[in-house]
Structure formats: C-alpha cells, structure tokens
C-alpha cells in the first residue's frame, strides 16, 4: 500500500508550490501486530533473592526457579492467604524452607487438627502395649451403663470418625458448634466429659462425621490407661511422658508441647505446638511407616491403618486425610494432580504436613488462610507436588 502525500517545498523566488511525495508504510503497518503483542504480553516479575534462596540450587525434578516461583505464589498472592512456612523435604534432606515476616525455624506452630494424627499414633502405641483393643468397646464408665447404646462404640470406628455421637462440627452460629463449645465455652474445663455426654445420632459404625470432640475423648481414653483414677496434674505428666518417652523424643520433635485442658486431658483434636522442622520431622516419622532413626515406634501396620480408608469415606483414614476422591461432598486435597498414595495431617486455616510415599517427599505448609480460600491453597501445594516427580 502506498500514500500520496503533498508537501511544499520553496522554491527560492518567495513562492512555494506542492510536490507530491510518495510514502511507503509497508513495514510500519507490518510492525503492528508485534508491537500490540508487546504491549499486552504480560511480564511476570523477576524473582526476589528471597523467593530463590528459600530453594537449594538442585531440586531435582524441577528447576530452582520453577519451584522458588510456585513457593512463592503461596507467600505473595493474596488468594491464598498468609503463609507463615513452607518446607520441603525430598529423601528426608530439605530442598525449600522459607518463612513469612515475623517467623522462623525456631516458632512455634499451633497444629490444629493436625493434632489428631498426633493422637492417632498415640492409640496405635497403647494398642500395641495391649492396653486397648481396637474392635472392643472403649472403657469409658459413662457409656458401660446397661442399656446405653454408646457401650457398643469400638476404638476403631472412634478412630474412622464413624462414632454415631451426635457432634456438630463448624455449625452456624460458630458458637453452637460442639467444637466450640468444648474447647472455648461451656466444655473447655472438662472437654472429655462434654464429648462423652453427647447421645447418638446415628447406629455405632453407620456414618462418617468429623468430629474434633471424638479426637478429644481418644486423649482421654491414652489418660484413662495409662493413669488409672489419676487426678488432672497426673493424667497430664502420665500423657506428656509417654508421648515424649514413645515419640517426641524419638522422632526429634523436642519443640512439642501439646495443651491440656484443666482436667488433664490432652486436647488431642487441635492443639499441640511444634516448629515447622519438627513437623516435617512427623511427617518423615509417617512416611517411614512409623520408625524414626532405624527404630519402630509404632507397627507398620499401624500407620497402614491410619492411611487406609475408612469404610464410610474414601478420602479419610484414621485421624488422617488421604489424597482420593469424596465419598460425600468435595475432596480436601488434590486426587486429580495425585499421587494416589499421599496423605496428610490437616489443620484449620491450613495447617498441612503433606506425605508422599511415593516420592520420598514431605511438604509442611503452615499459615492463616479462610476456610474458603483453602482451595487456592490445596492447588498450589498441588502443584508443587506433581512437579517434583
């Protein structure tokens, strides 16, 4: 395509006259497209010397500046949340660790639910001493009255969430919730008794619901055998030595302290500290099928258990989630990104110790995000996952 255009051009007599020009704009207009494509093509920012410090200079399946930039997602897109400390362990030796302002390898993190898979390996220890049964009806003198329907309640289906116990979970109001009231209000003092003293809903074993009050009377069964008629101070040190004895100590999580409620029982559901370090040092402990330094702590069997699904949830073990599809609802994980065989600790506002047999890989991700941004969360720590194959 060519323009005429005229341009005047003096001639020296004063006078002036048009003389027509001629312009190609041929390669101006075959700019175009490019330049347009240069104006909308976003630029992603470079990567802070923070986000790719926080990754070593090999990770193996992924390059560093992939991995240091979907760890970074998780500290800096404001979907997600706050991200307190993210650790990744691959072959039991850190690839990543990286903390938000204001926290560091020696803070304390509070577990919430993640609490329960502490006391998951807590009852599998006392079943392995033969101090409980795992298909006999639990010693709780409450339920043993003739003809309470609760004395037919066994370990296991406590352990499955499949109780039958009326527990409501994350009701609306908050303050109706049997968790919240057992741990902030009317039950706080004596949380076993109030979780205890709920009917049932539903026949022993017919019904998966999850229940922080049925993590809390499993603290309070490890309390009842292993300080038989102990008074609170004794059912707290009968407890806190025996999880250290058995596990802590073992296993190198000298940061824990778990909480007790005033009447010596553990609040086994949802509080128990330890630093990001040690809790990647639990999920190592599970990903060795419970032995931590070459010892056994708990059966293989027992953590075989932990992770095999509940009859009335595909997606939940034993005081543990598994990285599968819902048998009701939504899955709390990733099943589409896998793998099949990964589980986890979860706690509230998105507490993880991710475990991925598999892939000799254990992801710690500690922090505050809403309920509902959780799932922005649980699809980047997807990501991260399938990309370290």
């Known amino acids: 395509m060519v323009f005429v255009i005229a341009r005047r051009v003096d001639l020296g007599d004063g006078s002036g006259t048009m003389i027509p020009a001629r312009l190609s704009l041929i390669a101006p207009l075959a700019l175009v497209p490019a330049l ?23 990770p193996g399946t992924v390059s560093r500046a992939e991995l240091a930039s979907r760890i970074d997602a998780l500290f800096t897109a404001p979907e997600a949340g706050e991200t307190r ?19 560091d390898r020696n803070t304390r993190f509070i577990s919430w639910s993640m609490a329960k898979s502490i006391t998951g390996v807590l009852i599998g220890m006392l079943v392995s001493d033969g101090r409980l049964r795992l298909d006999e009806s639990v010693p709780i003198p409450l339920w043993q009255r003739p003809g309470d329907p609760r ?43 109030y979780a205890e003293a709920q009917p049932l809903q539903y026949d022993a074993g017919r019904k998966w619901v999850y229940s922080t009050n049925t993590s809390v009377i499993l603290a309070d069964l490890a309390a009842r055998v292993l300080a038989p008629g102990g008074n609170p101070e004794m059912r707290r040190r009968a407890v806190l030595d025996y999880l250290h004895t058995r596990l802590f100590d073992r296993v190198g999580m000298h940061s824990a302290v778990p909480e007790f409620d005033a009447s010596g029982t553990m609040v086994g559901g949802s509080a128990i500290h330890a630093t990001a370090h040690d809790w990647a040092l639990f999920g190592e402990f599970l990903r060795h099928r419970g032995s931590a330094g070459g010892v056994q702590l708990v059966p293989r069997q027992w953590i075989d258990f ?27 994980l990733f099943p589409d990104k896998g793998p099949a065989d990964l589980f986890a600790c979860e706690g509230h506002l998105g507490q993880y110790v991710l475990v991925a047999p598999s892939r000799n890989l254990v992801v710690v991700r500690l ?18 996952v399938s990309s370290l194959r």
């Open 85 to 103: 400390a993210l650790l990744i362990w691959r072959d039991g030796k850190p690839i990543a660790e990286r903390y938000g302002p204001g926290y």
């Open 151 to 193: 004395g037919e309640i066994t370990l296991r289906q406590l352990l499955q969430m499949r109780s039958g116990l009326r527990h409501v979970e994350a009701g609306d109001p908050p303050y109706e919730s049997d968790e919240v009231r057992m741990l902030f209000l009317d039950g706080r003092d004596d949380m076993a008794r």
């Open 306 to 332: 932990m992770t095999a699904p509940s009859p009335r949830e595909s997606q939940y073990g034993a005081q543990i989630w598994l990285n599968r599809a819902a048998t009701t609802g939504t899955p709390s």
């Open 367 to 384: 922090g505050m995000t809403p309920e509902n941004h959780l799932d922005q969360v649980t699809s980047r720590l997807g990501d991260i």
């Open 36 to 58: 347009i494509a240069c104006q909308s093509a976003p630029v992603a920012p470079p990567l802070s010397q923070t986000a790719l410090s926080a990754v070593v200079a090999n």
